[in-house]
């Protein structure tokens, strides 16, 4: 009987345990939604090291070497502007935030998934307080994977990510207004300037979708922006009449 009860005092422990709201990313209890991240990690995370280094370039996302109060265009965006109008991001990709990139794409951290929902949900919210025409009407596109690389991960990371945006701002998420129509190698095996060659032609964008849209790019990382860019001037011929990037971290 003893040993019954003890074994019974076990697994509601265990239970308890388990039900307790945790950090996703260190793992400490905490008090609060189960998804959220403790204040530790917040801390660590990349929006106070974004706001450490002030406000980046609008057009590429890029940090100022020396930390500005406003959000100022670059010299490379100057001289060659984007094919979107702006770049929102939740921080740099460091950190905690990079840690749960990381997890969540490739080691099927699929709990980590809700706190990155949560930091582009912050991350576009933070971009319309700025400049309120972000949010007017605007259709969300995850930016795609291959057929076969999709059936390898087994989801898009692109369109997870935005779910909790789409449902608090209504904001519905188009992934039929583009697809990746070739094979590409992953972009993180190439040196900068190979990029652009490789993801060049990789898009088909849907007109009957897109004309006369607004459109918010949705992506986890951007580095150079080639796909981004790639995404963005293929939307644009086929009639969205302004794109937008809201990515997770800018790298």
Known sequence: M??????VAGAVLRTALLAEARCPCCGKVRAGGMAELCAE????????????RGEPC???????PVPQDVSLLC??????PRPWGRVLAYGPYAGRLKQLILGYKFENRLDFGRSLQECLLEAYERGVAAC???GQGAVLVPVPLHPRRLLMRGFNQSREIARLLSA?????IRQDALSRVRRTT???RLAREARAENIRGAFAA????LEGQAVLLVDDIMTTGATLEECARAMLAAGAKRVDVLVLARA
């Open 186 to 188: 992953p972009q993180m």
């Open 206 to 209: 849907r007109s009957q979708v």
């Open 132 to 134: 309120p025409e972000l």
């Open 168 to 172: 608090r701002h209504g904001l519905p």
């Open 41 to 52: 990690c917040r801390e660590d995370g990349a929006a106070a090291e974004a706001e450490q």
């Open 2 to 7: 003893r040993e019954l009860l003890t074994r």
């Open 58 to 64: 609008p057009g590429c996302g890029e940090y100022p």
């Open 75 to 80: 010299g490379c965006c100057r001289e060659t």
